[in-house]
């Protein structure tokens, strides 16, 4: 059995979040990375499923610029077999449809039985490129799962609904998942799996090889939500406050005119 | 990593280049990984259980070092053949400081993995590590090491605890008491050190199960009340000869060789210890206000916020250069050679003189930072609902164990007279050459085109200054010197200062390379900071330790030397401070 599991590496989230320049993206000069959070419920999903069915192969497919091999490295360290990292400075510039599509381009000749994705990514959070990477490849996809089983060919899961409602849904592999935090519980590398990772196959391809199509979306600008003014909280005795509370209004509002 | 091979203490006597150190810039994507999962098993696994180990339920504990041990955190320093992996030293290090968060119970953890691991692995038979070792890397069972004793802590040797050889010579009799003893109430192992006939320091393995070992009852602490502290009574306790650990009659050299990791090890974890503090009186700083403010804004909060900063970073950088040393020494060693840990022991005690250094400096330091986070706290800093409370009880011990810091600071100096003594170390040379520094004046310019150049100048003075300290002390006490420890302890804390500071400052010479701007500056600031206060302290015990030794003219010429060396040109301090405290609160993060 074949299966591929796709992570990004996003912001550490405690991270101080910076606006770039041109306001299409986060400055990404200061910041700790690490696994999109998804990705590692989708990890663990694939390495589960691998010790369950006998003969697996087990692929950790990651886009993005030299650093992501690190983070690579802690899915290859969490039980994955090779890692096929596909080289490209600029992938925070790619729209979902354009990485959904060099995944697919990778995936399409490889015939992977299984193939996970988190749900979403923690930083841009399109949710969009699990389910184009099905439609490109035309197999069945089940998004949002927060519960996996896999019995002969036959993939059974369970997806979330808004209101805490559950469904089930099943389908036949080839299919892929994309995963809802708490669809199991990642383990934490072990030091003898981190040393043993170093010496798996880790496979650079470069972005230009799969690139085959255009984009079809624009960011035209990314911006923080605007703040709020606080509350004030007026001290002193019930006279004065009376007094205070005229002034302000009178001072900065026109209900008092 | 750095190719040349230093001697232990050799950084008083030669320049080092930032090419020639080991920076945590370098760790390799296993090392963070290993720092990664060892943060989250803290986070996970220890945090949420923390004030029920704080309550001294001891078997969360035995229960996390069975977690420790499937995620091989135990495994570090044992080697394969017996379940482990023998990593290098950065790694252990790395573990050491991220456990840190775990109160109490990195404790429990650094006693088990260092003083209580390591004592087989360096001198246990074949036999013997088979029969232990792999149930101390599964967490199984939990290791405890009991040299100090109610009569004998600093004088180690002076224990009075005895062995006898019973009349069959199938067993030795103990009998005496050991005193604080860390993992007393729930080891299974116990490394015990007792004198054959009354002469023999001899180490032995005890299983908890041996008839005759009595555990006292919970000693009452003032902080790391997570770790357990017992007496350890053998009362005609009976030990297999086959349990004899090394030879008998050589029990000193595995005290002293297992503390010297002790000792380093500790700094680690401190040093992980100082920036959790840090971040929480910089969390608090930003959240409490006074006068419409957060605290935070104050010169007087941020001030303190930049030189804790400033010492953490010196004390991490000391810290990885000194298991950048060992591991480039350690790796000189053919791994298949016979007396391969003998061989070992002899590279860790070769930087004994770095390994007190980082035990000192390091946990002054956390001191420091203890202290000013609860006073960040103002008052809520002394209410226990906070943790800045538990910080500043649980920082105390570390000054006092592995060695009181006072014992440390005294075997500065003492090892390296004694390297100079056996040729090893040319401080006779150099302290002459020091000396007629000090008759010639100095023309020298700084040469602006290199980076740091000021602190690289005022290195090389501080060296000078050390040199003609030692060597008027010297010269005046010969061998004399040992009883003169007022002196000694000036001389110890110039070289701890040495030592920090050229860490710290060859370690952003070598980061500024591949920094922007916003980095760069920081790392000019954090430089500026601690250099400015290790010329202080270095100044002081410089002109201390003149005014202890000299008099009359002699004395004018030693402190004329002390206003020539031990000065720094820290023109922008307080911007540099400002930088750093206001960056360290906006990103609320340790910055290096
Ligand atoms: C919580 C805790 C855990 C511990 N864990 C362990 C453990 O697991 N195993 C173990 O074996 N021990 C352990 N110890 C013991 C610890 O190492 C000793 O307490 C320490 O070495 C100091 O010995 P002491 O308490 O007898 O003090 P003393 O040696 O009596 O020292 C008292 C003071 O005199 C100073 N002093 C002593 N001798 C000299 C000298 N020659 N010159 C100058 N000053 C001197 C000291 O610096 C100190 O300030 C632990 C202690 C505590 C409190």
């Given amino acids: 059995m074949k299966i591929l599991v796709c992570i990004k590496q996003v912001p550490d989230m405690e991270s101080k979040f910076k606006i770039a320049d041109n306001a299409t993206w986060y400055d990404s000069g200061e910041l700790a990375w690490r696994m999109n959070e998804y990705d590692e419920y989708a990890v663990e999903q694939g390495v589960q499923l691998k010790t369950q069915v006998a003969d697996a192969d087990l692929t950790v497919l990651c886009i993005g610029p030299q650093r992501v091999q690190e983070t690579m490295k802690k899915a290859l360290a969490m039980g994955c077999d090779r890692g096929v990292h596909i080289e490209d400075a600029e992938s925070f510039k790619k729209d979902p449809f354009e990485i959904a599509s060099m995944i697919a381009e990778f995936a399409k000749e490889k015939s992977f039985d299984m193939i996970f994705t988190g749900m979403q990514s923690q930083d841009r959070g399109s949710a969009q490129v699990g389910l184009m990477v099905a439609e490109l490849l035309d197999i069945p996809s089940i998004s949002t799962v927060v519960d996996f089983a896999f019995d002969a060919g036959k993939v059974t899961a369970k997806r979330e609904l808004e209101g805490g409602i559950k469904a089930k849904v099943s389908c036949t592999a080839p299919a892929l998942i994309t995963c809802q935090l708490g669809l199991n519980t990642p383990r934490y590398p072990t030091l003898p799996n981190i040393m043993k990772a170093k010496r798996k196959e880790l496979l650079s391809l470069p972005a230009a090889d799969l690139l085959k199509v255009e984009r079809k979306q624009e960011t035209a600008k990314i911006y923080f939500p605007e703040k709020k003014g606080g509350g004030l909280v007026l001290e002193g005795a019930a006279g004065d406050l009376a007094d205070q509370l005229i002034k302000i209004l009178k001072e900065n509002t026109g209900v008092l005119a | ?592």
């Fill in chain 2, 1 to 592: 990593m750095a190719e040349r091979i230093f001697k232990g203490g050799e950084f008083l006597v030669t320049e080092v280049t930032c090419d020639e150190i080991f920076t945590p810039e370098e760790f390799t994507d296993e090392q963070k990984q290993i720092a990664e999962t060892t943060e989250q098993f803290v986070e996970n696994e220890i945090v949420p259980h923390l004030d029920e180990i704080e309550a001294q339920n001891f078997d969360l504990v035995i229960e996390a070092f069975k977690k420790c041990g499937d995620l091989g955190l135990l495994m570090m320093d044992t080697p394969e053949a017996y379940g482990g992996m023998e990593l290098d030293k950065v790694t252990s290090m790395l573990v050491a400081e991220k456990i840190a968060p775990a109160g109490g119970f990195s404790v429990a953890y650094a006693a088990h993995t260092g003083i209580g691991t390591l004592p087989l692995v360096y001198y246990g038979t074949e036999a013997q590590k088979e029969q232990y070792l792999p149930k101390l890397v599964s967490g199984e069972w939990a290791a405890a090491y009991c040299l100090t004793e109610p009569g004998s802590g600093s004088d180690a040797l002076g224990a009075r605890a005895t062995a006898i050889l019973s009349e069959d010579g199938k067993q030795y009799i103990l009998n005496g008491t050991k005193q604080f003893i860390t993992n007393g109430s729930f080891a299974k192992l116990f490394i015990v050190f007792a004198k054959i006939d009354k002469e023999l320091f001899t180490a032995f393995l005890i299983e908890k199960d041996f008839a005759g070992l009595v555990i006292g009852p919970e000693e009452k602490k003032m902080g790391i009340k997570g770790s357990s502290t017992t007496q350890v009574i053998l009362d005609n306790c009976k030990v297999p000869v086959e349990n004899l650990l090394g030879e008998a009659g050589k029990g000193h050299k595995i005290a002293f060789n297992v503390l010297n990791v002790g000792r380093f090890k500790l700094g680690a974890c401190v040093t992980g210890a100082a920036k959790q503090a840090t971040l929480v009186g910089v969390k608090y700083a930003n959240e409490r206000k006074q006068f419409n403010q957060p605290i935070s804004s104050f010169g007087a909060i941020q001030e303190k916020i930049a030189d804790l900063t400033a010492d953490t970073f010196a004390a991490e950088s000391l810290v990885y250069r000194l298991a950048g040393l060992l591991d480039t020494k350690l790796a000189t060693i053919d791994r298949e050679i016979d007396n391969y840990y003998v061989e070992y022991q002899k590279g860790i005690e070769e930087y004994a003189t770095e390994c007190a250094i980082s035990k000192v400096f390091c946990s002054e330091v956390l001191a420091r930072v203890v202290d000013e986070v609860v006073q960040i706290h103002g008052g809520y800093g002394y209410v226990s609902e906070y943790p800045a409370e538990r910080f500043y009880r649980d920082e105390r011990i570390n000054r006092i164990y592995e060695g009181t810091n006072e014992i440390n600071r005294l075997l500065i100096p003492g090892m390296i007279l004694k390297k100079s003594l056996k040729g090893e170390l040319p401080l006779q040379a150099e302290a002459m050459k020091a000396f007629e520094s000090l008759m010639t004046p100095s023309f020298e310019e700084l040469d602006d085109s290199i980076h740091f150049a000021a602190e690289k100048a005022l290195l090389k003075n501080l060296k000078t200054l050390f040199l003609i300290l030692a060597g008027t002390a010297v010269q005046k006490y010969m061998t004399k010197l040992a009883d003169e420890q007022e002196i000694l302890m000036a001389a110890a804390d110039i070289a701890i200062q040495i030592f920090a500071l050229e860490s710290a400052v060859l370690r952003a010479d070598k980061a500024c390379r591949s920094a922007n701007e916003k980095k760069k500056a920081l790392l000019e600031a954090v430089v500026k900071v601690f250099a400015f206060s290790a010329t202080e302290i270095a100044g002081t015990a410089a002109k201390k330790g003149a005014f202890y030794v000299e008099e009359g003219d002699q004395l004018l010429m030693v402190l004329s030397g002390v206003r020539r060396f031990a000065k720094y040109d820290a023109t922008g301090l307080l911007q540099a401070k400002r930088l750093l405290a206001s960056t360290v609160c906006e990103e609320e993060k340790y910055l290096f």
